[in-house]
């Protein structure tokens, strides 16, 4: 699919964005294992949270569009076959600390791409809990787990849950240390479900549950999807878009100290703090100081954050990211190609970026790689460019995002994809 872009007179109006796509699939897999009946409203309907829907229920558990009935820690069954994950990094690494306490083995397996992404960071702790773990494809379970003391190179809330979902059916205790705090979901979601969680600044604690509670709960908005239209309104020259009831959690709200928005109607929604956002332009920002911190922060925002600092007065370095090399593409590699091809003045470094501004970005025949967030950042470069952009692979936006063409339409009445 081409998707064309063409830059708006204004952006206006309000957009409901997806349900959080990290905390949908910890919602549908926490719950699948709780005690009980959860009704889930919001949840995300990208193909990836799909993707763990459709596990769970080769599991034995019935999910629907209102919720999920809870098996119990040891409820599940013995699929089928493999289980498909397809796209989903999330849906695998998740399910596979899950399953590494079950009684059976499960293979689980994805597409093209999520077949090339590194599982050996999960896989590998795993086994050193007691699970058995293979790889190629990745294969867990049947074994009697142990606590252990995790120690991470590199920050990542999903292997961080993954671990934390094993330990949770780990004799004796699970101790993950990460060099940076990761995204907290998991750790806020079991605490409300009762299972005996502790955070100690980096590092996060777990006993063995012998129980978990159902967590009815309505999803907020997912953040990484509004950043899309939170850069485009803050530089374009006329703009004024509303954001409905976005999680603001504080390991995810890095975008949000970058670009100021206007916070209204905050609250919380299943332990998760939100708030209604309205983003509009803003001037006078000057390039940014980065930090690894922030980066792990901001892992999923980096490619519009990208796209942003070719319109800031000077030179923005973006480092500590070298995860962005091994997602959905070489999202580092991808937005390079992409941007240079509208005249941006952006480097590629091998954890991020070096980029000079402002630029005028021009309209370009550009590739979105296959990857959601490659093609939604390009989009947003296209809307603040002169001329006309033409993305390949547009399609792609609907393992996050399904909506994302309409919205852009709604906002500026140019987008024709």
Not at 43 to 57: E, I, K, Q, Y
Not at 101 to 122: A, I, K
Not at 148 to 176: D, W, Y
Not at 269 to 296: C, I, K, N, V
Request: proline fraction near 5%.
């Amino acid at each position: 699919m081409l998707a064309t872009v063409r830059p708006p007179a204004e952006l206006r109006g309000s957009v409901q964005v997806p349900g959080d796509k990290s905390i949908s699939h910890r919602a549908l897999i926490l719950n699948a294992v709780a005690a009980g009946n959860a009704r889930i409203e919001n949840l995300a309907s990208g193909a990836d949270v799909a993707s763990t829907a459709a596990c769970l229920r080769e599991l034995g558990v019935e999910v629907t569009d209102q919720g999920v009935a809870g098996v119990g820690l040891h409820g599940l069954r013995a699929p089928h076959g493999p289980l498909d994950c397809g796209n989903s990094g999330t849906t695998m690494r998740l399910l596979a600390g899950l399953l590494a306490g079950q009684p059976f083995e499960t293979t689980l397996v994805g597409d093209e791409s999520l077949s090339r992404r590194p599982m050996d960071r999960v896989a590998l702790p795993l086994a050193q809990m007691g699970a058995h773990a293979e790889l190629h494809p990745l294969r867990v379970g049947g074994g009697k787990l142990r606590g252990a003391v995790h120690e991470m190179a590199t920050s990542s809330a999903q292997v961080k849950s993954a671990l934390l979902l094993a330990g949770i059916q780990a004799e004796g205790t699970t101790r993950v240390t990460e060099p940076v705090r990761s995204r907290d979901h998991t750790e806020r979601m079991l605490a409300a479900m009762a299972a005996p969680v502790r955070v100690d600044g980096n590092s996060v604690e777990v006993r063995r549950a012998d129980r978990l509670d159902p967590l009815s709960l309505r999803v907020p908005g997912d953040l990484s999807s509004a950043a899309f239209w939170i850069v485009a309104a803050a530089f374009h020259p006329r703009a004024q878009v509303a954001l409905p009831d976005v999680g603001i959690n504080p390991t995810r709200a890095g975008i949000l100290r970058l670009l100021p928005v206007a916070r209204i109607k905050e609250g919380k929604q299943g332990g998760e703090p939100t708030a209604t956002l309205h983003a509009a332009t803003l001037r006078g920002l000057r390039p940014w100081a980065w930090s690894d911190r922030l980066s792990a922060e901001l892992i999923d925002e980096l490619p519009v954050l990208a796209v942003a600092a070719t319109q800031l007065a000077g030179r923005t370095v973006i480092g500590g990211a070298a995860e962005l090399r091994v997602k959905e593409s070489d999202r580092i590699a991808a937005m390079t190609a992409g941007l240079q091809a509208m005249g941006a003045r952006i480097e590629e470094r091998e954890d991020g970026w070096e980029i000079e501004g402002p630029v005028r970005l021009r309209g370009a025949r550009v590739d979105s790689a296959g990857d959601h967030r490659v093609a939604m950042a390009l989009a947003v470069a296209g809307l603040l460019a002169e001329g006309e952009t033409e993305i390949e692979g547009a399609e792609c936006v609907a393992i996050s995002y399904p909506g994302f063409w309409d919205d852009l339409e709604s906002l500026s009445g140019t987008g024709d994809a």
